[in-house]
């Protein structure tokens, strides 16, 4: 997904998180944000570092600090088991590799004031990554999902929150072992 800065930004931090992230704000805390935890991953457009864990990782080299009018793009790869992000299509050849492909991964951007625009492919990709198809190419149909679909899915998702709350958790890991295979059955 791209996110494009409009106005400007206090404290962003957009990337990936995965089940088990949780914001943390409180008069105790100064909040915790994306990629501030092991479930999330985050670039931060202040000072131009990768965030996970709370740790800090500088970028070699160059300015990565966003500005207005920059266009900031999150790519998530799980056959790679990458996370990068660019900024304006320019990837710097950091990527959070090795990532854990136990959950599915949700966009998150935290930030304490801005404004954005955020494009997570219902219109075309302002700078789409080198070696990587639009997703209507991938999917030889057009992308956006009929209101069929859309409820379809709606319903299918109530009844794996139901699964999910199950105590016993080997019947939600089984059923989301076969969602797995029919997401891959479908590609």
Same mark, same amino acid.
């Not at 931090?13 to 105790?28: H, I, Q, S, T």
């Not at 080997?170 to 076969?178: D, E, N």
């Given at each position: 997904?791209?996110? $494009? =800065?409009?106005?400007?930004?206090s404290?962003p931090?957009? *990337?990936? +998180?995965?089940?088990?992230?949780? @914001? ?5 805390h ?5 990629g ?15 965030v996970h ?10 300015d ?13 790869d799980?056959?790679?088991? $990458? =996370? ?8 710097? *050849?950091? +990527?959070?590799?090795?990532?854990? @492909?136990?959950?599915?991964?949700i966009p ?8 954005v ?6 219109r ?23 209101d ?18 199950n105590?016993?958790p080997? *019947? ?7 969602l797995?295979?029919l997401?891959?059955a479908?590609?």
């Open positions: 997904y791209e996110i $494009e =800065i409009l106005g400007e930004c404290v931090m957009f *990337g990936w +998180a995965r089940r088990g992230f949780e @914001v943390r704000l409180g008069w105790m100064h909040g915790w944000t994306c501030e935890d092991c479930f999330s991953y985050a670039y931060n457009g202040v000072n131009g570092f990768y864990e709370n740790e800090e990782y500088e970028l070699d080299g160059g990565a600090c966003w500005s207005v009018g920059d266009v900031v793009g999150c790519l998530l799980l056959d790679g088991r $990458e =996370i990068r992000f660019s900024v304006n299509g320019a990837y710097d *050849g950091f +990527a959070s590799d090795s990532i854990s @492909v136990d959950s599915s991964y998150a951007l935290s930030m304490a004031a801005g404004v625009d955020v494009n997570y492919g219902e075309d990709l302002k700078f789409l990554p080198e070696g990587y198809a639009p997703v209507a190419e991938c999917l030889d149909r057009p992308y956006r999902l009929s069929v679909e859309l409820n379809e899915r709606g319903r299918r998702a109530k009844e794996l929150e139901k699964i999910l709350a105590p016993d080997s *019947g939600a890991l089984y059923v989301l072992s076969l797995d295979k997401d891959e479908a590609r």
